[in-house]
């Protein structure tokens, strides 16, 4: 049980880059961005191949990074420049993405067993969270400068940014590409954690994102940005536990995994709405009772 949970941390850990790049997207842009399961293929392709080939495992990691970025980007010019619409734009470039990552590959699989990766000599329960905090910090000042405050004021509200004079094309297109360079990194450290690399790595991987995202943010809260960015860190920790304690119930098993992840962002997606409609309905009782109490004072 304990080797179990602290497995499922060590994927929380790995995860929660991926669920960072899709908060960009699916919160900060409101951007139904479907590359993410391409670009988490795209990082660990790139990083597999070029460990596999004898380049320095933090090269590898950067380039997957690069990938990601240049990913992201393509997304972000057909929705931008050639006006096509945001879902089908990720759709199109994820489907893209799957050509292309077998062409990086040259094979459905790679190994890397025994190669060097950036978890050699280094525990990845040290080196992950330092890493995490450094890129959540790095991304909380971005976020706060003019250019992340445009791209927040994008995500709310397109039109009213324009009339101020900001490219909403330029933020889009970089937004998208910082999203899914996020997950092509994440993708890049889980394939050099598992030692190897699958063509079908990727798929679902906008699902966990958004589980981990929604479930971070109805546990933790979203206040700030500062509070949401570490919500959506816990909330992958907290998919991944969950996960994990599901796969013990004697009657689920690994090929129930889609369906463990399905329920599990209902879940999170309802009980919010759960306790908006409690709320709203004590509100609403509440003032029922001081109007009848301010009607009956009135009257005597």
Avoid at 92 to 100: C, D, F, N, P, T
Avoid at 250 to 258: F, H, P, R, S
Avoid at 284 to 297: D, F, M, N, P, S
Wanted: hydrophobic share 55%; aromatic share 8%; charged share 10%.
């Amino acid at each position: 049980m304990g080797v179990a949970m602290l497995g499922a941390v060590e994927s929380g850990l790995l995860y929660a880059l991926m669920a960072l790049g899709v908060y960009i997207t699916f919160r900060i842009l409101d951007f139904p961005d479907l590359t993410v399961d391409g670009s988490f293929t795209t990082g660990g392709a790139i990083a597999a191949l070029m460990i596999a080939s004898g380049y320095s495992p933090i090269v590898a990691t950067a380039a997957a990074f690069a990938g990601g970025l240049a990913a992201g980007a393509c997304t972000g010019l057909l929705n931008t420049k050639a006006r096509i619409n945001g879902l089908l734009s990720g759709i199109l470039m994820m489907i893209a993405l799957y050509s292309i990552n077998l062409r990086i590959m040259g094979k459905p699989n790679i190994s890397i067993y025994g190669e060097q990766t950036v978890f050699t000599g280094l525990p990845l329960l040290l080196l992950m969270p330092i890493a995490i905090i450094l890129i959540k910090l790095l991304m909380d000042w971005f976020l706060y400068t003019d250019f992340g405050l445009a791209l927040r004021a994008t995500g709310d509200n397109s039109k009213m940014i324009r009339s101020f004079g900001v490219n909403t094309h330029t933020t889009v297109i970089v937004g998208v590409a910082l999203s899914n360079g996020l997950v092509a990194l994440s993708g890049s450290l889980i394939v050099q954690y598992n030692s190897f690399a699958d063509i079908s790595m990727g798929i679902g991987m906008i699902v966990i994102g958004l589980a981990s995202v929604i479930i971070g943010e109805t546990i933790f809260g979203s206040r700030s940005v500062f509070v949401t960015t570490i919500s959506v860190i816990l909330g992958a920790i907290v998919y991944r536990l969950v996960y994990a304690l599901a796969l013990r119930v004697e009657w689920l098993n690994a090929t129930d995994m889609k369906l463990i992840t399905a329920v599990i962002v209902i879940i999170a997606l309802v009980v919010p709405m759960v306790r908006k409609s409690l709320h709203q309905k004590a509100v609403a009782k509440k003032r029922a009772e001081q109007l009848l109490q301010g009607t009956g004072g009135g009257a005597r």
